[in-house]
């Protein structure tokens, strides 16, 4: 089992920044790729951004160059570095662990763009 505690989420005025972390914890294999994902209110889950054990990332079109996905293998950590915030970027945020045909998510942390 992986457990996933996400944090970062808030308040921020359109083309602001927020970072958002998550940590993983227990049955950590070597190769596994983290990702988050994004609901909003009335919508589908929708993908964000994904960062292998490896360092490949790739991203949604609608977040590409304001968004960054980074990882820290040894602490078993993913952060979005989220920046120029629009409103359509409100949603519940949630990290994503994938390894050995596993998925685990964590319970989500709210960003809020709004002036």
């Known amino acids: 089992q992986v457990q996933l505690a996400e944090s970062g989420g808030g308040l921020v005025q359109p083309g602001g920044s927020l970072r958002l972390s998550c940590a993983a914890s227990g049955r950590i294999f070597g190769s596994n790729t983290m990702a988050w994902y994004r609901q909003a209110p009335g919508k589908q889950r929708e993908f964000v951004a994904r960062?292998?054990?490896?360092?490949?990332?790739n991203y949604a079109d609608s977040v590409k160059g304001r968004f960054t996905i980074s990882r820290d293998n040894v602490k078993n950590t993913v952060s979005l570095q989220m920046n120029s915030l629009k409103p359509e970027d409100t949603a519940v945020y949630y990290c994503?662990?994938?390894?050995?045909?596993?998925?685990?998510w964590g319970q989500g942390t709210q960003v809020t763009v709004s002036s």
């Open positions: 994503q662990h994938a390894q050995r045909d596993t998925i685990y």
């Open positions: 960062i292998s054990s490896r360092g490949t990332s």
